[in-house]
């Protein structure tokens, strides 16, 4: 494609984004399928330029008053993915000078709103619980994530996994902490390997794999993935019964389950009954009540641990949405841990990074549920072979410790997960 044409095209796609009525993916998604003569390199641009726009969104919106044409073409030039000379190709002379100004600019004499790029409600919770580790958190996000594997136990060792993904010149690490993950260099066409298609491997962030593991769910048991979405975790619990006993992926989205089904299909899994229900007290949750042996609440939450991956989520969230969220989790973990046995364990997560989705949701159910004991994370992880288990978890009230996973310490997504046993 020409450099004018992809220009204007990422320009297109900006504005589309910035319109914030959708996910950034999905308008990333609908663009490409409106415009299938997209190579693979052009995508690439296209996706890579809106994402670091997302990313110093605040920054640019400084830069942007100073240059001409419509605002979307300017961000879009800021923050074009691409070679230098490619880029200005495409540009006047009038926009040549404009970005050698802007590249002049010193970034660390700007005020801080231009350097971190958060919305300043999120700011202050995440200064008051990192202090000096702020701006290193900031770092990451805008960074961007790697991509993490977890290898299907049911069928695969990682070693062989990670050789016969070597044999492809792909390059695959083993996670630091998850036994069963794999990190690759690069974005490569996974999706086309011969281990992809038979299930030997999944798409899955080490951080969300370690979640599933603080079900630590067991052969023969009945258990619960009671927010189960695209099913992620619920084919690694699955793999870890062994394809046996009983496993129910509930959502309140039939759409999200419909995409576990590919992925259960390749999994080889037997054991799993995808359902979906209309809320959390739905009649089928009721019938099971008291009969389950584990529940992973993976509760629907602000997604803000997940900023690496969805820069958008910063833009389209404010505190008002968080506090209503927090009702919803409220009213799920209360719901879900009626599903437990005596002895039954409980696990509540959430993708965020503040404490009122997190450590304050996990505290009042613990003060409003005697009869569920808290479990130290970190203990439940040691013991299932998870190197430096204890320097992924903190916090915690009467001796109790959580998982919390941040980008810049784990290089996971953040992550949370407080775990209970029913007496």
Same mark, same amino acid.
């Given at each position: 494609?020409?450099?004018?044409a992809?220009?204007? $095209?990422?320009?297109?796609?900006?504005?589309?984004t910035?319109? !914030?009525? @959708?996910?950034?993916d999905?308008?990333v998604?609908?663009?490409?399928?409106?415009?299938?003569?997209?190579?693979?390199?052009?995508? #690439?641009?296209l996706?890579?330029?809106?994402y670091?726009v997302?990313?110093?969104?605040?920054? !640019?919106?400084?830069? $942007?008053?100073s240059?001409?044409g419509?605002?979307?073409?300017?961000?879009?030039?800021?923050? =074009?993915?691409?070679?230098?000379?490619f880029?200005?190709?495409?540009l006047?002379?009038?926009?040549?000078?404009?970005?050698?100004?802007?590249?002049?600019?010193n970034?660390?004499?700007? /005020?801080?709103?231009?350097?971190?790029?958060?919305p300043?409600?999120?700011?202050?919770?995440l200064?008051d619980?990192?202090?000096?580790? !702020?701006?290193? +958190?900031?770092?990451?996000?805008?960074?961007?994530a790697?991509?993490?594997?977890?290898?299907?136990a049911l069928?695969?060792?990682?070693?062989?996994?990670q050789?016969?993904?070597?044999?492809?010149?792909?390059?695959?690490?083993?996670?630091?902490y998850?036994?069963?993950?794999?990190?690759?260099a690069?974005?490569? #066409?996974?999706?086309?390997?011969?281990? =992809?298609?038979?299930? #030997?491997?999944?798409?899955?962030?080490?951080?969300?794999?370690l +979640?599933?593991?603080?079900?630590?769910a067991?052969?023969?048991? /009945?258990?619960?993935?009671f927010?189960?979405?695209?099913?992620?975790k619920?084919?690694?619990?699955?793999?870890? /019964?062994?394809?046996?006993?009983?496993?129910?992926?509930f959502?309140?989205?039939?759409h999200r389950l419909? $995409?576990?089904?590919p992925? +259960?299909?390749?999994?080889?899994?037997?054991?799993?009954?995808?359902?979906?229900?209309?809320?959390?007290?739905?009649?089928?949750?009721?019938r +099971?009540?008291?009969?389950?042996?584990r529940?992973?609440?993976?509760a629907?939450?602000?997604?803000?641990?997940?900023?690496?991956r969805?820069?958008?989520?910063?833009?389209?969230q404010?505190?008002?949405?968080?506090?209503?969220?927090?009702?919803k989790?409220?009213?799920i973990?209360?719901s879900?841990?009626?599903?437990?046995?005596?002895?039954?364990?409980l696990?509540?997560?959430?993708c965020?990074v503040?404490?009122?989705?997190?450590e304050?949701i996990?505290?009042?159910f613990?003060?409003?549920?005697?009869d =569920? /004991?808290?479990l130290?994370?970190?203990?439940v992880?040691?013991?299932?072979?998870?190197?430096? $288990?204890?320097?992924?978890?903190?916090g915690?009230?009467?001796?109790?410790?959580?998982?919390?996973?941040?980008p @810049?310490?784990?290089?996971?997504?953040? =992550?949370?997960?407080?775990?209970?046993?029913?007496?």
């Amino acid at each position: 494609m020409h450099p004018k044409a992809l220009l204007d $095209a990422c320009s297109e796609l900006v504005r589309l984004t910035l319109k !914030f009525d @959708h996910p950034a993916d999905a308008i990333v998604s609908r663009f490409f399928r409106d415009n299938r003569g997209l190579g693979p390199r052009e995508r #690439a641009t296209l996706a890579e330029t809106v994402y670091t726009v997302l990313r110093k969104k605040q920054l !640019f919106d400084h830069y $942007a008053p100073s240059g001409s044409g419509p605002k979307e073409r300017r961000l879009a030039i800021l923050g =074009f993915y691409g070679p230098g000379d490619f880029l200005r190709s495409a540009l006047t002379d009038q926009e040549k000078n404009w970005l050698d100004q802007c590249e002049k600019v010193n970034v660390a004499d700007l /005020m801080e709103r231009h350097r971190h790029n958060l919305p300043e409600w999120l700011v202050q919770p995440l200064k008051d619980q990192l202090g000096d580790e !702020f701006w290193p +958190l900031v770092e990451s996000f805008n960074l961007g994530a790697g991509l993490d594997l977890r290898v299907n136990a049911l069928n695969s060792k990682r070693a062989d996994v990670q050789k016969e993904l070597a044999q492809l010149g792909i390059k695959a690490l083993p996670t630091p902490y998850s036994p069963l993950g794999l990190r690759i260099a690069g974005k490569p #066409a996974l999706n086309k390997t011969e281990a =992809f298609t038979r299930g #030997a491997f999944e798409v899955q962030d080490e951080g969300s794999q370690l +979640l599933a593991m603080l079900l630590d769910a067991k052969r023969g048991e /009945m258990v619960v993935d009671f927010c189960a979405g695209a099913g992620g975790k619920t084919l690694a619990i699955g793999a870890a /019964m062994r394809s046996t006993g009983r496993l129910y992926a509930f959502d309140t989205s039939g759409h999200r389950l419909d $995409a576990l089904k590919p992925r +259960l299909a390749r999994s080889g899994l037997s054991n799993v009954h995808p359902a979906a229900i209309a809320h959390e007290r739905d009649d089928r949750v009721k019938r +099971l009540s008291g009969k389950i042996d584990r529940v992973l609440v993976d509760a629907p939450c602000s997604g803000l641990g997940t900023l690496r991956r969805n820069p958008d989520l910063k833009w389209r969230q404010n505190m008002q949405a968080v506090d209503e969220m927090t009702v919803k989790q409220t009213a799920i973990l209360q719901s879900a841990a009626r599903l437990l046995k005596s002895g039954g364990r409980l696990v509540y997560a959430t993708c965020s990074v503040l404490p009122q989705e997190n450590e304050a949701i996990a505290q009042a159910f613990s003060a409003a549920n005697p009869d =569920f /004991m808290p479990l130290e994370a970190g203990d439940v992880l040691a013991g299932l072979k998870v190197e430096s $288990a204890a320097s992924l978890c903190s916090g915690g009230e009467g001796g109790q410790r959580y998982l919390r996973l941040w980008p @810049h310490r784990h290089k996971t997504d953040g =992550f949370f997960a407080a775990v209970w046993q029913k007496n």
